[in-house]
């Protein structure tokens, strides 16, 4: 079954409200796995799995708020991280 698939079944079993709330803990897990990296207290492993959560959960906030309109922001990131690779863009800007 596709990521899209799944992650509709999941909005649609656990709730909106639900997957909301799931999708910030999985975004702060990979933060305290991030942060554990930093001082060798992790190994990359563990920082996958959690990035791996991350993804399945990003995948249901974009069909939560809209897809074609998370896609064009999407695009717009992509687009500004291009011009700041190839030097068109402010180097003050950070990248994302």
């Known amino acids: 079954m596709t990521l899209r698939?799944?992650?509709e079944m999941a909005i649609n079993h656990f709730?909106?409200?639900h997957q909301k709330n799931k999708?910030?803990?999985e975004l702060g897990e990979l933060i305290v796995e991030l942060s554990r990296e930093q001082d060798r207290r992790t190994d990359n492993e563990r920082v996958r799995e959690e990035i791996a959560d991350v993804i399945?959960?990003?995948e249901q906030l974009r069909i939560i708020y809209g897809a074609s309109a998370v896609d064009r922001?999407?695009?717009k990131k992509l687009s500004r991280l291009e011009g700041l690779i190839l030097g068109k863009e402010d180097q003050s800007d950070r990248a994302i």
Do not use: P, T
């Open 15 to 17: 709730g909106v409200q």
């Open 73 to 75: 922001w999407i695009e």
């Open 56 to 58: 399945v959960m990003a």
């Open 5 to 7: 698939k799944l992650a």
């Open 23 to 25: 999708a910030i803990e």
